[in-house]
């Protein structure tokens, strides 16, 4: 099963790197308009992925309304995709305006996403060990509960892209430079 619109996607995620590489080839750009063209192309996978995640949670949404048995949403679910949504448009964002700074705060909330993913999926593992008859729909909540997360980080990517495209500085794995 596909979810309608990642084909789409999935083509224009092509033909952006085609254009990035045809601009390589055919101009040589150095410095700034090296850094952007690089951006672009590690920004375009970012979202490629992104939507492949969302399709992923799609699916498992299905799934989930199509169970019988339920099990209760962990309370902090509905914030916790909230902040990973905000983080995806607030690096857009940074990405569009050139804007380091907000760049770097996207950076900075990757950790806080981070633990709430694993109290989320703390919460799930408790009532699976509960209620065994929870469990299949519990792992649906934990496999979109992961995909959320895996948004987030990606998020972290773009800003990380656009903190080396406005500085020339390359902060991947440097939390400290991030904070």
Avoid: W
Wanted: hydrophobic share 45%; net charge negative; proline share 3%.
């Amino acid at each position: 099963m596909r979810i309608d619109g990642d084909r789409e996607i999935d083509l224009s995620e092509v033909e952006i790197e085609e254009e990035c590489l045809k601009a390589l080839a055919l101009h040589q750009p150095v410095a700034t308009d090296l850094r952007f063209i690089a951006a672009c192309l590690k920004i375009n996978n970012d979202l490629e992925r992104i939507a492949d995640l969302a399709v992923n949670i799609a699916e498992r949404a299905l799934s989930l309304f199509s169970r019988q048995e339920a099990v209760p949403v962990p309370a902090r679910f509905h914030d916790f995709m909230d902040s990973a949504a905000r983080m995806l448009r607030e690096s857009i964002d940074a990405f569009v305006r050139g804007d380091a700074r907000l760049a770097r705060a996207v950076c900075a909330k990757d950790e806080g996403i981070d633990q709430t993913n694993r109290e989320i999926i703390a919460e799930l593992l408790r009532r699976m060990h509960e209620d065994p008859g929870c469990i299949d729909p519990a792992l649906e909540l934990v496999s979109v509960s992961k995909n959320i997360e895996r948004i987030a980080d990606h998020a972290t990517n773009i800003a990380e892209d656009v903190v080396y495209l406005v500085e020339g500085d390359i902060v991947r794995h440097r939390l400290e430079v991030l904070r």
